[in-house]
């Protein structure tokens, strides 16, 4: 992500100390994968840019895989499935399009070199795979147009379902040419508040967030969609965007990359290691979504308050620490209607190159399949009448919220 108004590399606070490359990525990268962690190094030492650290400093992070809400969440098993696997449909449909498969790879790259190379080779898998894929944000070529090819590149690797990507802080007639620099069919607008504060050389003023959301959906002319960068949604949060002309909003939750700790470990001193897990994790923002969807649109009606505040249903997609095909099975069931991937498949692409990926995909479509086929769920829509069991933190979390777990745990027979 980038910052509305400050440059690449004004940062008085930044760690002089911090390296160029993916070191530890080329260094544990299985021998026939060195080579292609050893170009994208290669590409970063010959431009430094912010990018280059979130890429090196994310990838450390998905290294091992850590418990989050994910965990808290199981399918109650059911011994007859009493379906085949040839009757499972994976597809969706996002923003007024067919998606042949629900998950996808989320916003992360551009604007350097390094993550030039690596929006190539991401939207090289998307594209082998069938699956859509967002750009990292563009504000770096808004700023300084010789970077375009690097977010240009998306668009010459992937014939899919390709998304902009900006921040709040630029104006509408940018966010439209952040559109038409990829030929995108949507636009992503990324609210990262709390990497902002934390970030360095980022931003200290919110105040014209909303105003500019309102311009952005009002000129572009694509769908927008509103998506946290991994710190979740509250309820007051869900239900500000339902009054506004967000087509999507994806939740994008903590449980996976942290944003704060990547900006602290970019400080010079490091100065706010005990903010990180700030935010709402994506099940629990899951779980909010459904609580404002009942509260304004009841049985599918608008209730009052819905029509007084002329509020819309925006479409739901979860991203934020999915790191299984189970966990994509998860959100899917709890109302996501598509699911962003960033930190597992960067990790994957940097240690097995871009084969290693498009294996990776093609694994979890089969294991989605193989999920679905166990629950007996043929659809998307059967799929989010299939019974979970919620606990632990999550469910703690949600009591103390006045959500029902109940609910949950008895959607099949009603
Ligand atoms: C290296 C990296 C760069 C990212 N850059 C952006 C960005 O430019 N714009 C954005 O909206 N989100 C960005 N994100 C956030 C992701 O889209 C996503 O919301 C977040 O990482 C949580 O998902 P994850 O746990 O699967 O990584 C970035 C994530 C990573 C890992």
New binding site residues.
């Given amino acids: ?2 910052t509305g108004n400050t440059p690449e590399h004004a940062d008085p606070a930044m760690s002089p100390a911090h390296a160029t490359g993916l070191q530890s990525a080329s260094a544990s990268a299985a021998a026939p994968h060195a080579a292609y962690a050893d170009q994208v190094h290669r590409a970063a030492q010959q431009s430094y840019s912010r ?1 280059d650290d ?2 090196r400093l ?1 990838n450390s992070q998905h290294e091992a895989e850590n418990r989050n809400s994910f965990d808290d969440v199981r399918f109650i098993h059911n011994s007859f499935p009493d379906i085949a696997v040839t009757d499972i449909d994976l597809h969706t449909d996002v923003l007024g399009a067919r998606w042949e498969l629900p998950f996808y790879i ?4 551009g604007g350097s070199k390094q993550t030039g190379v690596l929006n190539a080779s991401l939207a090289e898998a998307a594209n082998a795979t069938g699956i859509s894929i ?1 750009s ?2 563009q504000h770096a070529a808004l700023r300084d147009s010789s970077l375009t090819p690097t977010f240009a590149t998306l668009r010459e690797h992937t014939r899919g379902f390709l998304i902009a ?1 900006v921040g709040p802080s630029v104006t509408a007639a940018q966010a439209q040419q952040a559109v038409e620099m990829i030929d995108a069919d949507a636009l ?1 607008v ?1 609210v ?1 508040a709390a990497q902002e504060i934390v970030m360095p050389e980022g931003d200290r003023d919110f105040r014209d967030w909303k105003a500019s959301i309102d311009a952005i959906a009002e000129t572009v002319q694509v769908p927008v969609i509103v ?4 710190f979740g949604m509250s309820q007051a949060t869900i239900r500000y965007l339902y009054t506004t002309k967000a087509a999507a909003i ?1 939740v ?1 939750g903590k ?3 942290d ?1 704060i700790t990547i900006e602290n470990q970019r400080r010079k001193r490091s100065e706010f290691s005990y903010m990180t897990g700030w935010g709402e994790s994506t099940v629990l923002s899951l779980m909010n979504v459904a609580t404002v969807d009942n509260d304004i649109f009841g049985q599918n009606r608008p209730t009052q308050e819905g029509a007084e505040r002329h509020c819309s249903k925006p479409q739901v997609i979860a ?4 790191r299984t095909p189970l966990d994509v099975a998860i959100a899917l069931s709890m109302g996501a209607q598509a699911v ?5 498949f ?1 990790h994957t692409l940097i240690a097995s190159g871009t084969e290693g990926l498009i294996a990776e995909i093609e694994r979890w479509k089969q294991q989605l399949g193989s999920i679905m086929t166990l629950l007996g769920a043929r659809s998307l829509t059967e799929l989010s009448r299939t019974d979970l069991v919620i606990t632990g933190e999550t469910a703690q979390e949600a009591e103390v919220l006045g959500i029902s777990l109940k609910g949950y745990a008895n959607r099949s027979v009603h």
């Avoid at 991203?319 to 999915?322: C, E, L, Q, R, T």
């Avoid at 962003?340 to 597992?344: C, E, N």
């Fill in positions: 992500m980038s990018k979130h890429v994310a989320n916003a992360m790259t967002a990292g944000s990507n992503q990324h990262n998506k946290e960068v991994g994806d994008s449980g996976g990359t944003f991203s934020g620490g999915v962003g991937v960033s930190g597992h960067l």
